[in-house]
Every structure is written in structure tokens, then in C-alpha cells.
């Protein structure tokens, strides 16, 4: 079955702390994986995707198919980074399935 | 308008009335996706519609929700008969192509008395 997995309810850690936010999936093809991230009182919005090897307000996220992960990392976390960030796999041609978020809370 | 809009953004209802929930997508996105977010839980994929393409409903729970779009416009959900388990966040989804970046709607919040 295609499954993502996000075993954190809530992540909190000091500013200027390291931050990792766990993604684990389940699929047998080739995945997409993406992170959505969502600040307070705003929408969804994508963060980044594996495909764009990039690095979005510092964060970055590498495709790890060995251990089936997707984990998002951040040197140094800062209080704005505080969300609810969901990880995504873009299993068949359109449909993305989504865990159930991480909500970080980054600490002053 | 600049994003996806959703309509209303809250709705209360008692238990066995009818709703309709409106998507108005970004102008141009042949994509659109309704996800449901219960309370606590993470998006759970609804119903797929590309273009003049048969809709995917794979993701619909029960019989009660339907959902269609004219063309490339807007889309209603709609739930009959709306059970307690029905409450949660609608969300609503656009993107420009295939497997491409999803834009969000705000959520429509509906209550089930």
C-alpha cells in the first residue's frame, strides 16, 4: 500500500537549533516526494520537491530510497520556521497522499 | 481572483441535511483536487478532475459526496445527508499540470450538529 509516514506529532527545538522533520513512505515504483508547509492563518503552500534538488529557506530534503525516507533538515531553525509542514508522495500520474503533518514549533 | 478560492469558509449543519461546497481554481489549471482534513489527521484525498478527462472518485468515502466541475471552472462537492463523521476542513486544490505544484484553497469548515 502507499503510505507516508510522519511519526512526529510536534517537533520543538530552540532557535538556531538543528531541526530534522522524519518522512518515511511506502511505494514500489519510483517516487516523487514533496514537502507542503503551511504557516499560521495561511494556506498550504509547496515548500520543495525532490526532483528540483533545491534548497528553500534553507531547508532541504533528500531522497533516500534505501531507507524510504524523505527527511527535512535544517541547520539552524529559526522562529519563523514555525508551522505544520506535510510531507507528500506523488504515487501515480496525479494523486499526492499526504501524512499527517509535523507541526514544528521553533522556541525563541 | 489572484489563488483558489473556497466557498463558505465555515458551514454548521445539523445532521441529514444536504451541503454544497464551491472550488473556484487558479485561471487556467486543468487540475483539481478536493482533500478532506479531519481534525488532527492528514489530507485525505477526495476525487480527481483533469480537464475534460473522466473525474478520479477513487477517494470518495460513500455515496453521499459527489462532486462535479464544468470544464476547466469551478467545482462543487456536495454531501448528502451529512453524517457527525462528516466534519472536517475541505480542502481544495489547482495545479497547472500533471504532477505539478498544487495551489490551495483557504478550506471550507464544516460542523456537523
Known amino acids: 500500500a502507499q503510505r507516508v509516514t510522519q511519526p512526529e506529532k510536534l517537533l520543538s527545538v530552540f532557535k538556531g537549533a538543528p531541526v530534522e522533520l522524519k518522512c518515511n513512505y511506502s511505494?514500489?515504483?519510483?517516487?516523487?516526494l514533496f514537502w507542503y508547509v503551511q504557516y499560521s492563518r495561511q494556506r498550504l503552500q509547496l515548500l520543495l520537491r525532490?526532483?528540483s534538488r533545491e534548497s528553500i529557506k534553507g531547508f532541504t530534503a533528500d531522497l533516500n530510497k534505501g531507507e524510504t525516507s524523505f527527511h527535512l533538515k535544517k541547520p539552524f531553525a529559526q522562529e519563523e520556521d514555525s508551522a505544520m509542514y506535510y510531507c507528500?508522495?506523488?504515487?501515480?500520474?496525479?494523486?499526492?497522499?499526504f501524512g499527517s503533518g509535523t507541526r514544528l514549533l521553533v522556541r525563541p | 481572483g489572484a489563488g483558489v478560492s473556497q466557498s463558505p469558509s465555515n458551514k454548521v449543519t445539523e445532521k441529514g441535511k444536504d451541503v454544497e461546497l464551491r472550488c473556484d481554481p487558479i485561471?487556467?489549471?486543468?487540475?483539481l483536487y478536493w482533500y478532506r482534513q479531519r481534525l488532527g489527521q492528514g489530507l485525505e484525498f477526495l476525487i480527481y478532475?483533469?480537464?475534460?478527462?473522466?473525474?478520479?472518485k477513487s477517494g470518495l468515502p460513500s455515496d453521499r459526496f459527489s462532486a462535479e466541475r464544468t470544464g476547466e471552472s469551478v467545482s462543487t462537492l456536495t454531501i448528502q445527508r451529512t453524517q457527525q463523521e462528516d466534519s472536517a476542513v475541505y480542502l481544495c486544490?489547482?495545479?497547472?499540470?500533471?504532477?505539478?505544484?498544487?495551489?490551495f484553497g483557504e478550506g471550507s469548515r464544516l460542523t456537523v450538529l
Open positions: 486544490a489547482s495545479s497547472l499540470e500533471v504532477r505539478g505544484e498544487l495551489f
Open positions: 511505494y514500489s515504483g519510483s517516487p516523487e
Open positions: 525532490h526532483i
Open positions: 507528500a508522495l506523488g504515487a501515480s500520474s496525479y494523486k499526492l497522499i
Open positions: 485561471s487556467g489549471h486543468t487540475a
Open positions: 478532475f483533469q480537464g475534460n478527462s473522466a473525474p478520479d
